[in-house]
């Protein structure tokens, strides 16, 4: 690949090198609808991999699959207020059909609560039909007003919105580690991306949820984004949409739900996370193309190169393997190209291997080459490509790892921001203090609270006795 068909930005130039990145390396396009994303056969692969293994374990666990409209009457969408306040500057509405105006305004899905719920009123009746666990895959509009950038932030994206009903608070609570378990093994398991969980302060948590969590991970440009996350809804959308059953005392009482979600956007986080100045790094068990054989030709062994090349990727017919025979382009451009588009691993064969029935294996992510023997390929190539995995997986771990620091007061704040980095940090509790601490910083925030830490200090801003231990970051 030449220069001018390459990546022209570094890492460091992170947004100009990531759109350059997807874009070059063919996973999505622009549509004419601004921030609305074509996904393209690679990079729609990855998603299909995500959702496959997400959905594998929700069934696993008794969630079952359903669809509702896309589109939501306004009427049903204004029936919880916190709610309704929350989604209103991003709902896109359909007024008209054809030449006449509907009676009703229609919101394209932003999420499915008011539409779901309404249903879920008419289903509920007692404790036996309780549990009620549903999700769907499907796709939402949210007219954000932010720069679109592909995956990380579109207009309309891709997820799932599990939507859980209990019986009981103890029920309901008892979901969240097993959702965010979920979530948790997808980034580390097979995207290779680290993050961690906190809880959402009262100013950041969903818009009627009574908390949220999430997991949050790290970008190149220091800046944090929130993946995967699980909402605990109490009875706020039980009490407006009259979600009722009868307890095993015959007495009447409001249901206790949850709700949760992943989005295309981990794509994104994944390719950030992982790529470099070449262009993207995709784990291997989420890359469209696990391997590429390129052959190096000589006019006067050629033919002989070209079928030994077929053979092995016969050979190899049960990984996602792809032949670059293309013989207009010289093996380096090949070699460019297909670093850029993040194959986990090159397969380079010439006159000189197939005289030591060897082929020499380059590693995407370190560039480190391996000689292995023909006959030992089966044997090899599945351990390389978990080689690859692991690294990846330490990779991220200690990027995420370098990336938070202990702050003590508001100067060494300021500085971990300026930094770039995430500051770990003792917060009183009060908003008035979150206010300030974003105001200070140029417009970092509390990104969660770690529930799990013991608190002993002050807080960063006021300096009197700190409730939680917090992690303070830009965002993006």
């Known amino acids: 690949m030449s220069e001018q068909e390459g990546i022209k930005a570094k890492k460091d130039e992170f947004s100009e090198w990531y759109t350059q990145a997807i874009i070059k390396a063919d996973l999505a396009e622009y549509s004419p609808v601004s921030g609305c994303l074509i996904f393209k056969p690679d990079g729609y692969f990855i998603w299909e991999i995500i959702q496959k293994e997400t959905d594998v374990r929700f069934k696993k666990s008794g969630i079952k699959n359903v669809y509702f409209p896309l589109l939501i009457p306004e009427s049903l969408l204004k029936k919880e207020s916190t709610h309704l306040k929350g989604f209103t500057p991003e709902v896109a509405w359909v007024t008209q059909a054809g030449d006449s105006k509907l009676d009703e305004r229609l919101a394209i899905r932003p999420t499915s609560e008011t539409m779901m719920y309404n249903s879920y009123a008419k289903w509920i009746r007692s404790w036996r039909d309780l549990p009620l666990r549903y999700n769907q895959w499907n796709n939402v509009v949210r007219w954000e007003f932010k720069h679109p950038v592909p995956f990380l932030r579109t207009r309309e994206f891709l997820w799932n919105e599990g939507h859980s009903v209990f019986a009981s608070k103890e029920e ?30 009262e100013s950041e948590k969903f818009a009627g949820a009574e908390f949220t969590k999430a997991i949050e991970c790290v970008l190149p440009n220091g800046k944090v984004i929130q993946g995967p996350d699980f909402h605990h809804d109490g009875q706020i ?9 009868l307890n095993k005392q015959e007495k009447e009482e409001y249901a206790y739900q949850n709700t949760w979600a992943i989005t ?3 794509i994104g986080v994944m390719l950030a996370i992982h790529g470099d100045n070449k262009g993207l790094i995709i784990p291997p068990r989420v890359a469209p193309m696990q391997l590429v054989i390129i052959p190096i030709l000589f006019p006067d062994t050629k033919l002989k190169v070209l079928k030994k090349a077929k053979n092995i990727e016969k050979l190899l017919s049960d990984f996602r393997i792809k032949f670059d025979e293309r013989q207009e382009y010289t093996a380096g451009y090949k070699f460019n190209e297909w670093e850029l588009k993040g194959v986990p691993v090159r397969i380079e064969i010439g006159p000189k291997d197939i005289a030591k029935n060897q082929i020499v294996a380059v590693r995407r992510d370190t560039g480190n080459k391996e000689v292995i023997k023909i006959k030992d390929l089966n044997k090899k190539i599945p351990k390389l490509l978990d080689s690859i995995q692991d690294n990846l997986v330490k990779s991220s771990e200690k990027k995420l790892k370098e990336s938070m620091v202990n702050s003590k007061d508001i100067n060494e704040l300021i500085k971990n921001i300026n930094n770039k980095k995430i500051s770990v940090s003792e917060w009183c509790g009060e908003p008035e203090c979150e206010d ?38 830009k965002t993006y």
């Open 264 to 266: 295309t956007r981990m």
């Open 172 to 201: 309901a609570l008892k979901e969240e580690k097993e959702i965010l378990g979920i979530y948790n093994e997808i980034l580390h398991d097979f995207l290779a991306v680290s993050g961690f969980i906190s809880r959402k302060t």
């Open 436 to 473: 300030w601490i974003k105001t200070k910083t140029g417009g970092a925030k509390i990104i969660g609270i770690n529930e799990k830490a013991k608190v002993k200090g002050n807080c960063i801003y006021c300096n009197k006795k700190a409730k939680h231990l917090v992690y303070i970051a």
């Open 237 to 245: 959308f039980a009490r407006a949409f009259n979600i009722k059953f």
